[in-house]
């Protein structure tokens, strides 16, 4: 792990529990929104093997009555 990522690690676990929710709101505002987690990575990767195995449908193939 690199110093600065131990020096904010011990600089947290000082901090009172309120101080840390805000902290964490403010972590929040730094990290992108449209990144794709590793279930979203997981999820995509099925629908394309799906889509591979020829296991999906057109939408006009759905009868939505």
Do not use: C, H
Not at 21 to 44: C, G, N, S, W, Y
Request: aromatic share 4%; proline share 6%.
């Amino acid at each position: 792990m690199s110093p600065i990522k131990n020096q904010l690690i011990e600089m947290i676990d000082v901090l009172p529990e309120q101080e840390q929710i805000l902290l964490l709101e403010i972590a929040k505002r730094f990290l992108p929104d449209d990144v794709a987690t590793p279930d979203d990575v997981e999820a995509i990767n099925k629908a394309r093997d799906e889509y591979k195995r020829g296991e999906t449908v057109s939408i006009d193939q759905i009868d939505w009555s």
